[in-house]
């Protein structure tokens, strides 16, 4: 049996251990009924349906008719820059406000893209900046800094 589809054959079993991680840990909760759901309804059912997904993606990567695909290297520096954002993103909220993390944020996320523009990220952190400011501090009412303390004072 020969892997065809390499990409959706990692994909699956991605898939379909995560499925087996959430369902597992959905067991230690009181399951429940349909009708009187327990905390551990929902992370059980998730995990097998995410693991039959996976199953059925990797099946059908072993096909003969699967589309040859291999896996490229990973992009190590990719993942570093767009996880770092957000992990400085939550270091940094309090000092430098929503407007200046999210602004951090998109633009350390999208020097990570290979299709890079600065165009495209100034836009998209314009339209992030003002979704974030009607939902989190004009709809929820929640307190977060919007600006650095030095403006506020």
């Known amino acids: 049996m020969q892997i065809k589809n390499q990409q959706d054959f990692w994909?699956?079993?991605?898939?379909?251990?995560?499925?087996?991680?959430?369902?597992?840990?959905?067991?230690?909760y009181?399951?429940?009924?349909?009708?009187?759901?327990?905390?551990?309804?929902?992370?059980?059912?998730?995990?097998v349906l995410m693991t039959l997904i996976g199953l059925f993606?990797?099946?059908?990567?072993?096909?003969p008719k699967a589309e040859e695909q291999k896996v490229n290297r990973f992009a190590w520096t990719t993942l570093l820059l767009v996880l770092g954002s957000v992990v400085l993103f939550g270091?940094?909220?309090?000092a430098l406000g929503l407007v200046l993390c999210i602004l951090?944020?998109?633009?350390?996320?999208s020097y990570a893209s290979h299709e890079f523009s600065w165009k495209a990220a100034i836009a998209n952190a314009a339209f992030l900046i003002a979704l974030s400011l009607f939902v989190?501090?004009?709809?929820?009412?929640?307190q977060f800094?919007?600006?650095p303390a030095v403006f506020s004072a």
Do not use: H, N, Q
């Open 30 to 47: 009181a399951f429940g009924s349909a009708a009187d759901m327990g905390a551990g309804y929902f992370p059980t059912l998730l995990g």
């Open 57 to 63: 993606v990797a099946a059908g990567a072993l096909s």
């Open 11 to 28: 994909a699956g079993l991605l898939f379909t251990a995560f499925g087996l991680l959430f369902a597992g840990f959905g067991t230690r």
């Open 136 to 142: 989190f501090i004009y709809a929820l009412k929640l």
């Open 104 to 109: 951090m944020v998109v633009g350390v996320s």
């Open 145 to 147: 800094p919007i600006w």
């Open 91 to 94: 270091l940094l909220l309090e």
